[in-house]
């Protein structure tokens, strides 16, 4: 039976087809892999995706976790799925093999956590969190804390969270006032408060390690004075033993109108109510250097950017799949022209409207795979490159490429989501069916890790500008090399390039446009329709890559792949003409408005 998860034969079409993943095998990091262990890995996950976290993905929204003031309940299957999935070995896929990991490409490791994201993303998101705490503390954490912490978390035994945000600060990480009073023995102890932690408190694993950003007294202030900390929900021994609770106490949950089968908490540190040893605080062990938190966090955060990106693609993918099930099986009117009533009715996919919303959820889904899968390619690249400079182009396109790759699936395979409603009809809003549930889980993705305003302000704002516009004159060049390719091709892929090295062109020139000025306030007053014009202008390259990679491809699916980029260059990429007028323009309508005229 084809799955309604994922297309697997689009997984294999990206890694295989395209993005040539077994190449890799010839680095010496992966050299002890091959086309079938990834394809075991891909299996795998897709075997314990569909057999242990999908089943129970309607229950985990509806009967979503409580809090009784002592302890937070969780349906049973969120604990026996983790359970399952601890033993897969698959949170530490592309970890180092020292850290207990299998050294997978970073690539493959996305594809095969898109399967869960697709699955049940409630549930999806302890490890999701897991994976990235473990990750920042390989790069940034000391030996002790990796033997201390990250080991038991790819194995399962202890699972990882983010601390950023606080009531009163919300995304201004400046405003920030959690603070770490150093103590003699060379700890600090915390006081204060965190909101929007998800999997912040439950009873899934033996221990909960929050990362977290407080100050210590005496630093500079803004994020500049921020620092990091482990500060585990039950302290550990120097032999690994768990020991007292910690002075980190639940203040209640945070109800979301979607993935609610994640906790999501309000955590105090250093209330009183656990006092390690009698003093008050709660312990926790600096990462790092001092007032270095908020670059140490960046590791996790930008991991978890994409990684959002990924769970956004996912939720689209599945929604688009139940969608043209749904199409191919729904009997309901009649063709154009036909006059007898008493004619059977057709599937609903022959009628125009139909196969339009479905051609768009495949063109937003699929081209946003496209995106994300690219991004992990280019993590390998930056690892595992033949040279520095290789090595260093990989970081620096990807760290472009990041806010689009969290922003543009947020905001399209959430669209994709819509209209899988809409293809649905009635029942596309009724509990019965699975697509209402797909947009309000995904609903929340153009929110995590950065409103959509936030991405747009970072690309428009830094990445573009940084290091005299190295990262922009760097992804012209990558996508004038595809249209190269392209007009080398002739014929329909020839006519797709002239159009995307246009938009091409208009994003150099705006962009100049717009910091031409001299004024920041009217260039990032402009910064969202700017990340949607340039993040249109990526998926059509990323459109254009996948045209040609299916050219000679003979099979009906190949054919999918062609249309779907003919619609995305006739319907979509056009949007951005009229996007790109606009930013020429200057507009300062938000900026001149007064507060007492909304």
């Known amino acids: 039976m084809t799955s309604l998860l994922l297309s697997r034969r689009d997984l294999d079409f990206l890694l295989y087809e395209w993005l040539d993943v077994p190449s890799l095998t010839a680095r010496p990091r992966y050299a002890d892999h091959s086309r079938e262990t990834f394809d075991a890995a891909l299996d795998l996950s897709e075997q314990v995706a569909t057999r242990h976290f999908a089943p129970h993905n309607k229950r985990n929204d509806a009967e979503e976790p409580r809090f009784d003031g002592e302890r937070v309940h969780l349906i049973p299957e969120v604990g026996e799925a983790l359970s399952v999935f601890a033993g897969t070995g698959l949170l530490g896929s592309a970890m180092d093999y020292e850290a207990g990991g299998a050294q997978l490409p970073s690539v493959v490791a996305s594809a095969c956590f898109a399967w869960f994201q697709a699955a049940n993303p409630g549930t999806a998101a302890y490890p999701f969190l897991t994976a990235g705490n473990a990750n920042l503390l390989l790069a940034h954490g000391s030996p002790e804390q990796i033997d201390t912490y990250v080991r038991p978390m790819v194995e399962g035994r202890f699972f990882g969270t983010m601390c950023l945000s606080e009531p ?15 103590q003699d023995d060379g700890t600090y102890r915390l006081f204060g408060n965190k909101m929007w932690i998800s999997g912040g408190e439950h009873e899934l694993s033996e221990n909960i390690v929050h990362l977290v950003l407080a100050r210590i007294p005496g630093g500079p202030p803004g994020v500049k004075g921020l620092s990091l900390f482990i500060v585990p929900k039950v302290l550990v021994g120097a032999d690994g033993s768990l020991g007292e609770r910690n002075d980190v106490v639940l203040a209640g949950l945070n109800h979301k109108m979607g993935f609610r089968g994640t906790t999501n908490t309000l955590l105090n540190f250093g209330e009183g109510v656990h006092r390690p040893g009698g003093e008050p605080g709660a312990v926790g062990h600096l990462v790092g250097e001092p ?20 769970g956004a693609t996912a939720l689209g993918c599945t929604g688009y799949l139940h969608a043209l099930d749904y199409a191919r099986a729904r009997p309901q009117g009649r063709p154009i022209g036909a006059k007898d009533p008493d004619s059977p009715q057709v599937p609903i996919i022959a009628h125009t409207d139909v196969r339009r919303m479905l051609l768009a959820q495949k063109s937003y889904t699929e081209g946003a795979l496209a995106l994300v899968l690219y991004c992990g390619r280019l993590l390998d690249e930056e690892r595992t490159g033949a040279s520095p400079e290789d090595r260093a182009r990989a970081e620096l396109l990807l760290d472009v490429l990041t806010p689009i790759a969290k922003s543009w699936p947020s905001q399209w395979c959430l669209e994709a989501n819509s209209l899988a409603i809409q293809v649905h009809g009635g029942y596309g809003y009724t509990r019965e069916y699975n697509v209402e549930q797909f947009y309000r889980d995904n609903r929340l993705n153009p929110i995590h890790e950065g409103t959509h305003g936030i991405h747009g302000l970072d690309l428009l704002g830094r990445k573009v500008v940084m290091d005299g516009g190295a990262g922009l004159r760097l992804l012209v060049e990558t996508i004038s090399a595809t249209t190269a390719r392209a007009k080398a091709a002739g014929r329909e892929a020839a006519d797709y390039a002239a159009q995307l090295d246009e938009a091409v062109q208009r994003t150099v020139s705006v962009t100049e446009r717009l910091w031409g000025t001299g004024d920041p306030e009217t260039a990032l007053a402009n910064a969202t329709v700017y990340l949607e014009a340039v993040g249109h202008t990526v998926v059509a390259w990323l459109w254009l890559e996948q045209f040609l990679a299916a050219e000679a491809g003979s099979e009906p699916f190949h054919d999918g792949k062609r249309h779907a980029c003919r619609f995305f260059f006739r319907h979509e990429l056009p949007r951005t003409g009229p996007q790109f007028d606009l930013l020429e323009s200057l507009d300062r309508t938000a900026v001149e408005i007064p507060d007492d005229a909304f």
């Open 168 to 182: 009163q600060a919300g995304s201004s990480l400046a405003d920030l006032r959690t603070r770490a009073e150093p």
């Open 291 to 310: 007032h270095r938190g908020l670059a140490y966090m960046f590791h996790m955060m930008n991991e978890a950017r994409i990684g959002v990106g990924l």
